[in-house]
Every structure is written in C-alpha cells, then in structure tokens.
C-alpha cells in the first residue's frame, strides 16, 4: 500500500521560532499533498493543498505567511510554522494523493507541535 | 447544512458485535467515498475506498453506498478490541478537494 511518512513526530519548541515539519511519500509521486491540523477530539481541519511546482493553495482563515508550504518535488512537501507561537500547538496531518484515477488520500501519521 | 455529517458518537459495544457506521451527505456530485481509522494520536489509515454506488467487502470490513439516499455506511463483523478507534468518513467529486465526517469514536469492550 501506500506510505506516506512525516518527520518529525513530534517537536517542542520555543514561541518566536519556526519550525519544519515534512512530508514524504515513499512508495508512490504525489502531485498534490494536503496538510490538515487536528485538535483534540475534533476532526481534520484542511489547511492548504500543496501541488507540485506552484504555489500552494490556502483555505479560508490559514495564514499564508505563518504557515509557508513548499512541494519542490513529487516525493516531498514540507510545511514551515514560522514565529510559532502557543496557539499553533497542535497536531499537523499531511496526505499524498494518490494517482490513482480516484485520488484516495494516504495520510502521515503526524506531527505532534507543541510551542511553550 | 454540512457537506457531510457523522455522528461522533461515542459508540461501546461488546467483542464480537457488528458495528454499523454511518455517514450522510447533501452533495449529489460526490461520487469518491472513503473510510478511514484513527488510532490516538496517529494519522488517519485508509480502510475502504469505493466509486459511486453500491458495496464493497474487505475481510471483516464491508462499505456500501446509497446515492439515491445520499447516505454511506462501514459495518464491521466480529468487532475486536482493536477496532477501537475513530472512524472517518471521506468523500469528493473530483478527488481533488474531499470532505471529512467529524469521525464517530468507536470502543470494542472485551
């Protein structure tokens, strides 16, 4: 099946610093990635759609410049938390989708942020 | 009115009882239909993916789609204590953007 990765798995870092988290998938090239936030017993919050080669898409109410996503190439996006303070702490889930004619999403298993 | 609602449950049941997951949905172009687990701070893991109407069985697991009523459905035979998770509904019309249920928390008592 298909995997994706994401390192790392979780991080702990200072308010004011960024932060790198990245997204791989190691079995298949990905167009498109997604990169969702959970909070706790709640649901995935779709961020951005990442697409390889362009910009990446936003949602309503994400900010572009706190929340940089890069998909530079068809194995690799990697999201950037930058001046993270505590109310970015959260749980970040990317997904691959698939190229398979459906586009079935394979999901990270996700970074657990934590900004003291 | 969501695009898709599940309700988050919490659902207990005993080992070994069928388990009948439920999602509804009010746009009549979604034609992707996904179910996906998650464990406790792990990120969701496609269990069942289905095109348009009707059903699909995978060992214990079985999916089913009803367009006409614009409803989907997860059943799980035998359930263990290991099935117990949150479970996610997925669905798109394109496969480009997907709209997610807000997961019903399953508990499998043994």
């Known amino acids: 099946g298909a995997v994706v990765s994401q390192h790392p798995s979780r991080v702990i870092c200072k308010s004011g610093t960024s932060v790198k988290i990245e997204c791989r998938s190691l079995?298949?090239?990905?167009?498109?990635m997604f990169w969702y936030r959970q909070f706790p017993k709640q649901s995935l919050m779709l961020m951005a759609t990442?697409?390889?080669?362009?910009?990446?898409?936003?949602e309503q109410g994400v900010e572009k410049d706190k929340f940089l996503i890069n998909h530079a190439s068809l194995t690799l996006s990697t999201l950037t938390v930058t001046s993270a303070h505590p109310e970015d702490s959260s749980f970040y889930i990317c997904?691959?989708?698939?190229?398979?004619?459906?586009?079935?999403?394979?999901f990270g298993p996700g970074t657990r942020l934590t900004v003291t | 009115q969501k695009e898709v609602e599940q309700d988050p449950g919490p659902l207990s049941v005993p080992e070994g009882a069928i388990v009948s997951l439920n999602c509804t949905y009010s746009?009549?172009?979604?034609?992707?239909f996904m179910w996906y687990r998650q464990y406790s701070r792990k990120g969701p893991e496609l269990l069942m993916y289905?095109?348009?109407?009707g059903n699909k069985e995978d060992g214990r697991f079985t999916a089913q789609v009803d367009k006409s009523s614009k409803y989907i459905s997860l059943f799980i035979r035998d359930s263990q204590p290991s099935d117990s998770a949150t479970y996610l509904c997925?669905?798109?019309?394109?496969?480009?953007?997907?709209?997610f249920g807000t997961g019903t928390s399953l508990t499998v008592i043994p």
């Open positions: 997904s691959a989708r698939a190229p398979s004619g459906g586009g079935e999403q394979y």
């Open positions: 079995d298949f090239q990905a167009t498109t």
């Open positions: 990442s697409n390889e080669g362009s910009k990446a898409t936003y």
């Open positions: 746009n009549s172009a979604f034609q992707y």
């Open positions: 289905t095109y348009s109407s």
């Open positions: 997925a669905m798109s019309a394109n496969g480009n953007q997907f709209y």
